[in-house]
C-alpha cells in the first residue's frame, strides 16, 4: 500500500485497469465532486469512477469500498474491482440466513414476464413462464384490487410465480406469492408496513439502478433484487442511463448468491450476453407483450435460459 498514497496515481491505475471495459470519459479534468474522506485510497478511487461514468452516489459508494477493501487485504490492487459484501459494509448473503429475511424465492427465477394486465398475466402462466409480475398502473382502488385478485386467479392451476407491482396492500388480500417495489416505493413505506409485507409471508422484490441502491435494497433482505435499466428501454422514463452489461456483470458478482433479475431493454440478440453475467432471471415487458407470437417466443427464450444454465 506504501506505494500507493497517492491519489491521482490511485485514479490512473484504476481507469487504465476498467477503462476499456466501463468506458472512460476523455475529458481531463472530471470533478469528482465533494469528497468525505482524505484517504488516498477513496479520493482516487472516487475520482476514478466518475471517470468511468458513475453517477455520484454509486462513485461514493465504490470509492468508500475501495478503501474497505485495501484496509482489508494491506493493499491497493487497481485490478480487483470491489466485490466483496463486507467491503461495501453489506450483511453476508444469502439473506435468508437473517432475522429479517423475506421469505425466499428461487435462486434462478428463469424467464420474468413483466405484464400490463391480469389477461396477459394469465396468458404467459399457461404458456409456461415460471415468473410473471402484473404492473397494472392505476389510482383507482377498487380497479387495483379487482385486477390484483384477477391475476391471481390466472395462475391458478400452473407453476408461475407472481409478483404484484406497487400495489402491495392488494396482493397480501389476494395472497400473491410476492410484491415489487422501486426504491420510490419503498422510501414512501414505513418500516411497519414493510414489516406488514414480511409478516404475511410474502416475497419482496427490490429495483436498483446501480451500487447506492443495492445497498439500500439489500438492507431490507429481500427476496430478489433486480438491476437495470441493463439497455435503453421505451417503455417508461428512466432517472439513471443505461447500466450496460459490463456493469451488470460487476453488480451479478457482488450479489452472487442474492436470487438476481435483469431488466431494461433485453432482447432476443442482448440475451446471451446477459445470461452470461450470470443472473438467474431476465425480466421483459416489450419482448414478450409486442412478439408477433408471444407464447412460441417465451418458449424460445425459456430454451435458451435453460441451455445457458446447464
Ligand atoms: C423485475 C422488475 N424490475 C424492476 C421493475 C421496476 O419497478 P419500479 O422501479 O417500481 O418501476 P415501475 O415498474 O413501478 O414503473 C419492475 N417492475 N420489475
Ligand atoms: C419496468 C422497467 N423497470 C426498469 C428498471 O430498470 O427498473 S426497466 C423497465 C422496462 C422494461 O421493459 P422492456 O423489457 O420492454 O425494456
Ligand atoms: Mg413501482
Not at 396492500?169 to 414480511?198: F, K, T
Not at 451479478?252 to 438467474?280: F, H, S
Request: hydrophobic share 50%; aromatic share 8%; net charge negative.
Amino acid at each position: 500500500m506504501s506505494a500507493f498514497t497517492d491519489a491521482r496515481a490511485i485514479s490512473h491505475a484504476i481507469v487504465a485497469a476498467h477503462g476499456l471495459r466501463f468506458g472512460a470519459a476523455t475529458a481531463a479534468a472530471i470533478s469528482a465532486g465533494r469528497f468525505s474522506s482524505d484517504e488516498p485510497v477513496y479520493r482516487g478511487a472516487k475520482q476514478a469512477c466518475t471517470a468511468l461514468g458513475f453517477i455520484a452516489i454509486d462513485a461514493e459508494c465504490l470509492a468508500r469500498a475501495w478503501q474497505a477493501q485495501a484496509m482489508r487485504t494491506g493493499a491497493f490492487d487497481a485490478n480487483q474491482w470491489p466485490e466483496t459484501p463486507a467491503d461495501f459494509g453489506l450483511r453476508a448473503f444469502p439473506p435468508t440466513e437473517r432475522g429479517d429475511a423475506f421469505a425466499p424465492c428461487p435462486e434462478r427465477l428463469g424467464l420474468y414476464a413483466v405484464l400490463p394486465d391480469a389477461q396477459w398475466v394469465g396468458r404467459m402462466a399457461r404458456a409456461g413462464v415460471p415468473t410473471v409480475q402484473l404492473r397494472f398502473k392505476s389510482d383507482d382502488a377498487a380497479t387495483i384490487e379487482r385486477e390484483v385478485h384477477a391475476a391471481v386467479d390466472a395462475v391458478r392451476g400452473t407453476d408461475a410465480l407472481l409478483f404484484i407491482n406497487d400495489h402491495w396492500q392488494a396482493a397480501i388480500a389476494a395472497g400473491a406469492y410476492g410484491v415489487h417495489l422501486g426504491q420510490e416505493d419503498l422510501d414512501a413505506l414505513a418500516p411497519a408496513q414493510v414489516q406488514q409485507i414480511r409478516d404475511a409471508g410474502l416475497r419482496l422484490g427490490v429495483s436498483t439502478h446501480g451500487y447506492a441502491e443495492m445497498v439500500r435494497a439489500d438492507a431490507v433482505s429481500p427476496s430478489y433484487i433486480a438491476m437495470g435499466a441493463v439497455y435503453p428501454t421505451t417503455l417508461k422514463r428512466m432517472a439513471t442511463a443505461p447500466q450496460g452489461v459490463a456493469r451488470l456483470a460487476a453488480y451479478a458478482r457482488l450479489l452472487r448468491g442474492y436470487p438476481q433479475v435483469g431488466i431494461g431493454g433485453i432482447d432476443a440478440m442482448r440475451l446471451p450476453e446477459v445470461l452470461a453475467t450470470g443472473v438467474g432471471s431476465v425480466a421483459v415487458v416489450r419482448a414478450l407483450v409486442a412478439a408477433e407470437d408471444p407464447e412460441t417466443t417465451a418458449a424460445q427464450w425459456m430454451a435458451a435460459m435453460s441451455a445457458a444454465s446447464a
